[in-house]
C-alpha cells in the first residue's frame, strides 16, 4: 500500500509541475511584461523603419502594393560603445541591450507615446535577480550616420543609462568585452 500512496504523490507532483510550467515561457503570458511596458509609457507599438532611427537600420523597402512599409522592422543590426562593454542589438521592432560593467540587459519593443515621442519600451534586469523593472531607451540618430546616442530610462523617469554613444559594428560581437 505505501508503494501506490508514493506513486500517487509522484503522478500528482508531476502533473501540477507540468501545469504551473505551462504558464511560463514567451507567447504564453509568462512572466514577460508584455504589453504592461507599452501601456505604463502610455505607448503603441510601431515599426522601428517608421520612425526617425530608420535611417541608421537595414530597414528593406516594402512592396509598392503594400501599405505597412517597414512592419516588420529592421534586419539585425548591432551597435557598440568605444569600449566595447555596451552592445545594442536591433532584430525587427525588438531591440535588447546589454551593459557588462552594470550587469544589465534591456529588452523592448519599440513604440510611441506623447511622452516620450519614440522609444523601445521593455523592461531591464540588473544582475540576473530574476526581477524585471519598466524602462525606455531612447534612440537617436547621430548627424554623420553610423551612430546612436542611448538612453536608458525608469518608467519613473530615473536615468539608468546615458546619455551613451554608440557606432554601428561592422561585424556582431558575440558577448560585451570584460570590464
Same mark, same amino acid.
Given at each position: ?31 514577460? /511584461?508584455?504589453? !504592461?511596458?507599452?501601456? @505604463?509609457?502610455? #505607448?503603441? &507599438? +510601431?515599426?522601428?523603419?517608421? $520612425?526617425? %532611427?530608420? /535611417?541608421?537600420? !537595414?530597414?528593406?523597402? @516594402?512592396?509598392? #502594393?503594400? &501599405? +505597412?512599409?517597414?512592419?516588420? $522592422?529592421? %534586419? ?20 535588447? %541591450? ?82
Amino acid at each position: 500500500m505505501k508503494r501506490k500512496t508514493s506513486r500517487r504523490h509522484l503522478i500528482v507532483a508531476s502533473i501540477a509541475a507540468m501545469l504551473f510550467f505551462a504558464g511560463c515561457g514567451p507567447g504564453v503570458g509568462g512572466t514577460g /511584461t508584455g504589453d !504592461a511596458a507599452l501601456t @505604463a509609457f502610455g #505607448a503603441t &507599438a +510601431a515599426s522601428v523603419c517608421s $520612425g526617425a %532611427l530608420a /535611417t541608421e537600420l !537595414a530597414c528593406s523597402p @516594402a512592396p509598392a #502594393a503594400s &501599405a +505597412a512599409v517597414g512592419a516588420a $522592422g529592421s %534586419l539585425p543590426v548591432q551597435f557598440v560603445d568605444a569600449a566595447g562593454q555596451v552592445t545594442l542589438d536591433i532584430d525587427g521592432n525588438l531591440a535588447n %541591450l546589454r551593459a557588462s560593467c552594470l550587469w544589465l540587459r534591456f529588452g523592448g519593443e519599440f513604440g510611441l507615446s506623447a511622452s516620450t515621442a519614440e522609444a523601445f519600451f521593455g523592461s531591464y534586469e540588473v544582475d540576473a535577480s530574476g526581477i524585471d523593472e519598466l524602462a525606455a531607451l531612447s534612440a537617436v540618430p547621430v548627424a554623420g550616420g553610423g551612430a546612436l546616442t542611448i538612453t536608458l530610462h525608469g518608467v519613473d523617469g530615473q536615468v539608468l543609462i546615458g546619455p551613451l554613444l554608440l557606432r554601428r559594428s561592422p561585424v556582431p560581437l558575440p558577448t560585451p568585452k570584460s570590464c
